[in-house]
């Protein structure tokens, strides 16, 4: 019985001392896009011209719906909702794919990476079948 004791004990404070937490990760490296090294500079210009392009439609059409009388009904304020969230989902992603194209800067603090993380769960399956799993 002693001898079970003394290996219980043993291991307990092997556990303890192998099941410490210490260490915390506090930036990610993201690698980007593999193979394209060579020209991604080339790549990042139509990717920054459509981000351009999807802001400034989206800004547009929340204008005009702002500015024109007449288009204050659900359809349009409806379609309002949709280019503001559009202009948040581009926003949060294009901007670092972005840096990391043009200037090299792979890493993302956890608090950064987290927020994104949530901000695109929030939005919800973009698959229509996990939708439909979901609301079973």
Do not use: C
């Amino acid at each position: 019985a002693d001898a079970e004791n003394k290996t219980s004990h043993d291991m307990g404070t092997t556990l303890h001392a192998t099941n410490s937490s210490e260490f915390q990760v506090s930036e990610f490296i993201l690698l980007g896009f593999p193979g394209i090294h060579e020209w991604q500079h080339w790549f990042s210009l139509p990717m920054a011209l459509l981000y351009l392009v999807a802001l400034g439609a989206n800004l547009l059409i929340l204008i005009t719906i702002y500015h024109e009388p007449s288009l204050h009904q659900p359809m349009y304020q409806f379609l309002g909702i949709l280019a503001a969230v559009d202009i948040g989902l581009a926003s949060t992603s294009m901007p670092k794919i972005l840096a990391i194209l043009w200037f090299d800067a792979k890493a993302i603090s956890l608090p950064d990476f987290l927020d994104e993380a949530q901000y695109k769960d929030s939005q919800g399956p973009i698959n229509p079948k996990e939708r439909n799993n979901t609301e079973s």
